[in-house]
Structure formats: structure tokens, C-alpha cells
């Protein structure tokens, strides 16, 4: 896969992302009802442990993801011996998106005895954007813009 179409895909699933995260944490600040086709997501989002220092964790996680999204929007209009850096910060914050995702999880699973669906679609996502910022700091040529290639 190129490394403009790489940037993109990971860019759309960054605002796929953010839409979810964003609406879960709209859903847990209005202490409504989680659309959700078991309980799951509302004994997930009731749990103690769906906040962490009073905000709800899925503020986190629309930060994450807006955090994503911009990092690869930009990255097309850094120049290309600085490109590098950009891959480095999507990775990092990619990998640490995937470990609070495995985290999450476990807590669902082992804690809350409980699957919100909504959180399993995070954790694809998050998973996905792991594994493509691996991809996407692997590469070796610099991410130009199509009108300049």
C-alpha cells in the first residue's frame, strides 16, 4: 500500500473513531441510554471505572482520535526530512491507543462482566490504527501530496 493511500485510510478510520468516542461520551454526559443491542453498554458506561479523574474515558478516547486524525491530515504538508518524526508520533500515540484499548477490554471482560459494542468497535479501530502506524513508520519514502508526485 502507497503511503498517501496508507495516511488516508488511517485518517478515515481516526474520524470513524472519533464519531464513536464522541458520541459515547455525548451519550455518558447527557447520562443517557446507550443504543446498544444487549445492556452491555450502559453497565459499562455506569462502571466507576468508565471514568478516570472524573472525566468519562471515552472524552480520552475522542481526544485520541481527533489527536489521530489531525496528525495524519497534516503529515502531507511536512516536509519530507521531518516526515519521519510525524510516523514516530502516529506510532507512539498509535501504540498507546492499542494498550488503553487492551486495558479497556480487560476491564469489560475480567471486572465489569460486561461487552459494550461500541467499545468493541474502539478496540478494532484502535487496533487497526496500531498495525497501520506500524506499517506507515516502516516505510521508507516520504508521503508527498498526489499533485506533486
Known sequence: ??????????????VVGLVIA???WY????????PCTNAGCD????HPTSRLFGIPVAAYGTLFYLSFALLCAIRPSVPAERQKWVAHLLLLWGTTGFLVSVYLTYLELFVIHAICQWCVASAIIATA??????LAWRQPQALTIPSEA
Open 43 to 46: 453497565q459499562v458506561a455506569q
Open 129 to 134: 490504527l496500531f498495525v497501520l502506524s506500524m
Open 22 to 24: 464522541g458520541m459515547l
Open 27 to 34: 451519550w455518558h454526559a447527557q447520562n443517557a441510554n446507550i
Open 1 to 14: 500500500m502507497s503511503a498517501v493511500r496508507l495516511n488516508r485510510v488511517m485518517f478515515a478510520l481516526a
